[in-house]
DNA sequence: AACTTTTACAACCGCATCATT
DNA sequence: AAATGATGCGGTTGTAAAAGT
């Protein structure tokens, strides 16, 4: 409806705000409340629009705001919360005391985005993308120094879902171990081209023996308590297992664990970190036979340089790297999903 | 040291929703 | 019921600081 935006009128100062002016606001408020915001900044004695000073003082000003880095415990959170509530920032904020919505949508997209994206998951449906990992930087990792290739920075564990995805994993470190790069290259070459278009030149994801009525449980490697939350990936995932029948995977007891995403913790107990998959001997039965009683030990990539321990309650390690955002990159795309039981998948379908 | 590019984040803008008249 | 106003929300932009060349 034709109303007029508050900060159309003129004579109104826009932009960062001075100290003055916060301390102005905060003085006001702290003494009358923000009451009215429309008439807050002319008994404040600031030139600004009611609106500009409900955003400093909700994003900025209030004393119960949290500064600083986002925490890993907070930075799962948001990624858990993001797959069930998508772009709702103001709905994740609540639950991240002291997080306002503008804060958590900034990291969202200039941290957490991002490394979605370099690890192969899309942001938005959280489903594990093949295009969107970056080939490019894997190759030249693996050709450059061939002693530090991980099974995790080759393809995300969240590929395992995929057999195209671990035979091209199965290849690449049997070439791997054979020195061969311009054959590691050919692969590669070969088996990301028709990956690059869409997600539907995927070859179909595996069916899996789940029962259609299982509960899906998340629960962040990191916390103590585990949470139950519909989790969107992983549906999306099981959706498209259920359309092809049983056959691929075997999940054959409750405690078994489904890696849909790079599903590794650290441990500072141990000075040399190596990857260790969740779930180590998952049994996983193929169909088409390529790998039969599929062992992740296989798949454990060497010790690496660098620890960087963050959670000594572990007992699996991922790669640590010399920078936190990219401790956190590995860190924060754990996604530990357990299926207990009994429980019911149809709710959330 | 100077310049360019990238990153991070505060702030703005427009729209939606709810309340009030 | 319709018009208007207030507030909240999410997308986007502007810019300072940091990093890279």
Not at 49 to 70: E, M, T, V
Not at 275 to 281: A, F, G, M, Q, R
Request: charged fraction near 20%; glycine fraction near 4%; proline fraction near 8%.
């Amino acid at each position: 409806m034709g109303r007029t935006p508050c900060c159309d009128k003129t004579g109104l100062k826009k932009g960062p705000w001075t100290p003055e002016e916060d301390l102005k606001l905060t003085n006001y408020i702290q003494i009358h409340g923000p009451g009215n915001w429309r008439t807050l900044p002319k008994k404040a004695g600031l030139e600004r629009c009611g609106k500009s000073c409900r955003l400093r003082w909700a994003n900025y000003l209030r004393p119960d705001i949290k500064r600083g880095r986002f925490s890993f415990e907070e930075e799962e959170t948001i990624i858990q919360l993001h797959s069930v509530l998508g772009n709702k920032w103001s709905a994740i904020a609540a639950r991240l005391p002291g997080r306002t919505d503008n804060e958590i949508k900034n990291y969202w997209n200039t941290h957490i985005r991002k490394r979605l994206l370099r690890n192969g998951i899309d942001p938005v449906t959280h489903a594990p993308r093949l295009d969107f990992l970056d080939l490019s930087s894997i190759l030249s990792s693996t050709l450059c120094n061939q002693s530090l290739v991980s099974v995790s920075n080759l393809l995300g564990a969240q590929a395992l879902l995929n057999p195209q995805l671990l035979r091209l994993a199965n290849t690449l470190l049997s070439l791997k171990q054979d020195n061969n790069p311009e054959i590691l290259l050919q692969h590669l070459q070969q088996n990301q081209q028709p990956c690059n278009n869409s997600q539907e030149n995927l070859a179909p994801p595996p069916p899996c023996s789940l029962q259609p009525n299982q509960q899906l449980q998340v629960h962040p490697s990191t916390c103590s308590t585990s949470t139950t939350v519909p989790c969107t990936p992983m549906l999306s995932q099981m959706e498209t297992m259920q359309t092809y029948g049983e056959g691929f995977f075997s999940c054959s007891n409750s405690q078994e664990t489904l890696v849909s995403q790079p599903n590794y913790v650290r441990s500072d107990s141990d000075p040399n970190p190596t990857v260790h998959l969740v779930s180590e001997n998952t049994n996983i039965r193929s169909t088409d036979g390529w790998s039969q009683d599929f062992n992740f030990d296989s798949l454990r990539s060497t010790p690496i340089s660098s620890p960087t321990p963050l959670n000594s309650s572990s007992t699996t390690f991922i790669n640590s790297s010399s920078s936190v955002d990219d401790e956190r990159e590995s860190f924060s795309s754990l996604l530990k999903f357990e299926i207990p039981d009994g429980l019911d998948f149809g709710e959330f379908m």
